[in-house]
């Protein structure tokens, strides 16, 4: 197990964790929470051995094997498989030493040493190792032909999910993940939450995606002002204990009654419609999980709304059978859709099906391919996308980013909004270079807002965003008066903020009839379908394979006949050959031992009988010399 015992450990002068004393016991899952900057990456740093306590003991098994996602990903040649496949790091070399053992040829004890080797591939799964990181890579979204591309082609994302892929890999006793749904969709982030809940090993995960968390997590361990607090259950029991910590507290209230009321407006208006009355329920399970969320977050330090936006025109936006996509690659096709005030929707579909394709679309980033696009007059958009938080200044501070956006706004007023956002002080005033990838989301969130849009475009608008900041944008998303398409693999985010879905798969984009839970059991019905066709192709492969290997076989004894006839045939003789010898021999042995032979007058018999001994001495050598020569071809050879 894990112990700490009064540990404490700083980062520079700063205290991150104070005195604590906790074990973890093999086999759990533990989910650690906490806002950003709280020490959670260091607790990691030090279980790696990356850091040192100030003070106090940490203990944990010497002979552990340790994974986690490392954080580069250089530019190799290696194809994806086989990088996943390096993640088993005793795999390779157990690989690499039966490799070099059956080239060595070192006789009897070498033989031994590939048998050992062998029978250690045998009991770490090492002949199935091909088959499970396939498994693993189509899990986190990559397609067949992925998989033997080169590590160099892939982007940053991408090579983020196979460091993923090759963590996983890994048969460890201790599994150390920060934030490894950063880089996924909702489809690879579902597949990685049953992966990780059958993980036998001891897991630690550092996580803002509340769902997550419920579906991997059997412990929460909370970092608060240098205190780590360990409770039992998955997300939504720490939730519960940590409101009940906060329910004397006034604020709690007005924030959860807030909450309620809009999910309740939303709940009175579109409950007796039927084309709504999906929704409405998704929306009445939304109220009983906010109302014990709510308390769990009434001290975060975020608070802010979106301003009253720009009046907008009716529709904002008309695509008529629309195609989209990137050369001559088409990835979207007959696409109908009218976005018109007021609307709310989610877009949900496979990885790669185009999500992301549609919003550059609505943001003017990405023209048509064919049919017609039009934008409403005075249509305002706010766009987010991760790629945008390259477009900020490093070399400037968040007040200075506002200014130069209001330059006619009076500096305190904005220093008041960016204290929502949790940048006060010296924060507001400092270069954003060395901020987090959070940090710099939330500075993107809060530039965009600011401009009043009458649509916002959002994907993946919570990656590297904490807890508190995900409750804060869900709150205000959820007030917004304007228009919204949205991308999220946040399935709380998504349940609450979105009164419709569009499905995008399989090259068409097209209303959905249902919630996110409808599309999850469609995502699962989608797995199965694809899971049956893939074992049907595997069984016809594997049909193909064993009529092969059948007619391999064939040929392999009529070869093996074909050498093994003569060499039996060649045996018999000599074997009949050396009985005769031997035979003879041992008679002449005994008459030559007999000492009257040597007592007759007739030497001439006895010179006769040495010659015919030495003869048949030499004859029984070579025999037997020949005889072992074809032993050894025949051993060679096998059975038949």
Request: with cysteine; net charge negative.
């Given at each position: ?72 990903t250089p530019a190799l040649q290696t194809t994806a498989l086989d990088y996943a496949i390096d993640g088993d790091a005793e795999l390779r070399r157990v690989q690499r030493a039966l490799a070099d053992a059956e080239t060595a040829h070192d006789g009897e004890q070498g033989g031994l040493r590939v048998a050992e080797l062998h029978t250690r591939l045998q009991d770490i799964d090492g002949y199935s190792a091909q088959a499970r990181a396939s ?506």
């Amino acid at each position: 197990m894990i112990q700490f015992r009064q540990l404490s450990l700083s980062r520079g002068v700063r205290r991150l964790i104070e005195d604590l004393s906790l074990q973890i016991h093999p086999g759990m899952r533990v989910g650690v929470v906490g806002a950003n900057g709280t020490g959670k990456s260091s607790l990691f740093a030090l279980l790696r051995g990356e850091l040192h306590q100030d003070a106090g003991d940490l203990e944990m098994p010497a002979a552990w094997t340790i994974a986690h996602v490392a954080q580069e990903t250089p530019a190799l040649q290696t194809t994806a498989l086989d990088y996943a496949i390096d993640g088993d790091a005793e795999l390779r070399r157990v690989q690499r030493a039966l490799a070099d053992a059956e080239t060595a040829h070192d006789g009897e004890q070498g033989g031994l040493r590939v048998a050992e080797l062998h029978t250690r591939l045998q009991d770490i799964d090492g002949y199935s190792a091909q088959a499970r990181a396939s498994t693993l890579l189509h899990g986190l979204g990559f397609a067949e032909a992925d998989l033997r591309r080169a590590v160099s082609e892939f982007s940053g994302g991408w090579r983020m999910r196979l460091n993923l892929a090759q963590a996983l890999m890994c048969r460890s006793d201790l599994l150390l993940l920060d934030e490894p749904t950063n880089h996924l969709d909702l489809d690879a982030v579902v597949w990685l939450e049953k992966w990780l809940a059958g993980y036998r090993g001891t897991l630690l995960l550092i996580s803002h995606d509340r769902d997550f968390l419920d579906g991997v997590a059997t412990h929460i361990a909370h970092l608060e002002q240098g205190r780590l607090s360990f409770y039992s259950g998955n997300y939504s029991g720490f939730e519960d204990q940590h409101a009940a910590q906060l329910a004397q507290q006034q604020a709690m209230f007005e924030r959860q009654q807030r909450e309620v009321a809009h999910l309740q407006k939303y709940i009175d208006r579109f409950r007796a419609q039927a084309t709504k009355a999906r929704q409405a329920q998704s929306r009445i399970k939304a109220l009983d999980r906010m109302e014990r969320i709510a308390a769990a977050h009434v001290d975060t330090p975020f608070s802010f709304s979106f301003a009253e936006p720009e009046r907008a025109p009716d529709p904002l936006m008309t695509l008529d059978k629309v195609a989209l996509g990137y050369g001559e690659r088409s990835i979207v096709q007959g696409l109908t859709l009218t976005v018109r005030p007021g609307a709310r929707i989610g877009l949900l579909g496979p990885n790669g099906a185009g999500k992301s394709t549609l919003i550059r679309h609505l943001a003017g980033e990405l023209a048509v391919q064919g049919g017609v696009s039009l934008v409403g007059k005075g249509v305002a958009i706010g766009y987010f996308a991760q790629h945008q938080l390259e477009q900020l200044r490093p070399d400037e501070s968040p007040l200075q980013h506002l200014v130069r956006q209001e330059p006619q706004t009076r500096e305190q007023d904005l220093r008041d909004y960016l204290g929502g956002f949790d940048f006060r002080g010296a924060m507001a005033d400092a270069k954003i270079a060395p901020f987090s990838g959070g940090e710099k989301s939330r500075l993107a969130l809060a530039l965009l807002i600011r401009h009043r849009p009458n649509l916002l475009l959002l994907d993946e608008p919570t990656n590297h965003l904490d807890l508190e900041m995900r409750h804060a944008l869900t709150l205000a998303l959820a007030e917004y008066e304007g228009s919204m398409v949205l991308v999220s693999h946040d399935r709380a985010l998504l349940r609450t903020v979105c009164n419709d879905f569009l499905l995008v798969a399989d090259g068409r984009a097209q209303a959905f009839d249902g919630d996110v839970d409808d599309y999850l059991q469609w995502l699962d019905a989608r797995r199965s379908q694809e899971q049956a066709a893939l074992q049907n192709t595997d069984a016809a492969q594997d049909k193909a394979a064993r009529i092969a290997a059948r007619e391999n076989a064939a040929a392999e004894r009529q070869q093996k006949l074909q050498r093994r006839r003569p060499l039996l045939k060649e045996v018999e003789q000599l074997d009949r050959k050396l009985a005769a010898w031997q035979t003879e021999k041992k008679t002449l042995d005994e008459r030559l031992a007999d000492p009257e032979l040597y007592t007759g007058k007739d030497s001439g018999e006895v010179q006769s009988l040495l010659k015919r001994q030495g003869e048949l001495a030499n004859g029984i050598d070579e025999a037997e010399m020949r005889w072992l020569e074809i032993q050894t071809e025949l051993e060679e050879i096998g059975e038949v």
